[in-house]
């Protein structure tokens, strides 16, 4: 049986901290929508380790790991799958996992990663993908555990089960948690515990991680090393290479890293990242820095470089979706670009023609 919390706090884990990308999907650093449902799955223990596939794929489970409902159903765990069955792979579907009946957390490109938004006009259902609903097969919740719980109040028509399926818990959770001993007798403006109330050790909240190869900084407040020596003076503040990672869950940090210059172990909350200053964005000439948003009236791809003609594909950004970006860029007789940060590199997307250096059509609009 798999674990519902745990493929949730997979995703969790890398919320904001990784980017999308379909040719660089398999991490550490980014996946897709469908590579990323696939090792939160893992996670939870219901593939096992090594699986992978796409979203097309996902269909392959259906009757079997995942059982259809309807939309109206859905709740913390279930998953969606938006395109058509058997020709949804690449560009033309995704998904991802409920976090409640409206709420999605799901690795998107217009987020450039992994992100929680509404379930409406996310799925794919915007562009009128058909969107398919899943409840996993054996899936149990360990529910959330802490000093503060979470509570809810009980509203009219509720009842102690309809609330239990609304946070992913059981009744006989929600029992012991209230000390209710007739499941039938709730009343409305009852204010109840949905989650695990007792206590629980902190945990580390530093979760930062640096890949091999980074540049980090010792901070000057570094005392020990994570294995317990004494940090002399005369190496703090100093740049280092990231060389290994390993977890630890010690002090404040979850993450201790392997310095190769020293051959020795830090933890996470005494290196700081040394950055890299991009270049300019109006280094290649004809670009102009500017940030703002646009918003799609058609879909249109977004490319690896600012061409018709070379470069390849990245995505395809659905009509309605809305790309931030950081530079523009208007051909005498062609296109007018935009372009997108997205790491080290940029995402190139063109939002209408041009002709004499002027636009003459748009295919989205902008705003700041």
């Not at 902190?202 to 640096?210: I, L, V, W």
């Amino acid at each position: 049986m798999g674990d519902i919390n745990k493929m949730i706090q997979w995703f969790e884990s890398r919320k904001g901290k990784v980017t999308y990308s379909m040719s660089s999907r398999l991490g550490p650093n980014s996946y897709d929508c469908s590579s990323a449902v696939y090792f939160a799955l893992i996670q939870g223990g219901f593939l096992p380790k090594g699986t992978m596939g796409n979203t097309d794929s996902l269909y392959n489970y259906e009757g079997k790991l995942l059982q259809p409902i309807s939309r109206s159903a859905t709740r913390r765990g279930d998953i969606f799958v938006a395109g058509a069955k058997h020709a949804s792979a690449g560009s033309n579907g995704h998904t991802g996992v409920f976090l409640d009946n409206s709420t999605i957390i799901h690795c998107t490109y217009p987020k450039n990663g992994i992100a929680v938004t509404p379930a409406q006009g996310w799925m794919g259902d915007y562009s009128g993908l058909p969107v398919y609903y899943y409840r996993l097969k054996g899936g149990t919740t360990t529910p959330p555990t802490g000093g503060n719980a979470k509570t809810y109040t009980v509203k009219s028509g509720d009842t102690l089960r309809t609330i239990a399926t609304k946070f992913g818990v059981t009744v006989a959770q929600l029992q012991t948690w209230n000390n209710i001993t007739n499941p039938n007798l709730i009343t409305v403006g009852q204010v109840l515990k949905v989650s695990n109330p007792t206590p629980s050790k902190p945990k580390p909240s530093n979760n930062t991680r640096f890949p091999k190869g980074t540049k980090v900084k010792m901070t000057g407040k570094a005392t020990r090393y994570q294995t317990g020596e004494k940090i002399p003076n005369d190496v703090k503040t100093k740049t280092y290479t990231v060389a290994e990672e390993k977890k630890v869950n010690q002090s404040n940090s979850v993450y201790a890293f392997k310095l190769k210059e020293l051959n020795k172990w830090l933890l996470a909350q005494d290196l700081t990242k040394v950055s890299v200053p991009k270049p300019p964005v109006t280094s290649d000439g004809d670009w102009k820095k500017e940030k703002g948003k646009f918003k799609l009236s058609a879909a249109i791809y977004l490319r690896t470089e600012a061409s018709t003609k070379g470069g390849t594909n990245i995505a395809l950004i659905q009509a309605g979706q809305v790309i931030d970006y950081v530079g523009i860029k208007t051909e005498k007789n062609g296109h007018i670009w935009i372009r997108q940060s997205r790491g080290k590199d940029y995402g190139y997307m063109a939002t209408g023609e041009s002709k004499n250096g002027k636009r003459i059509s748009s295919w989205g609009t902008f705003s700041k």
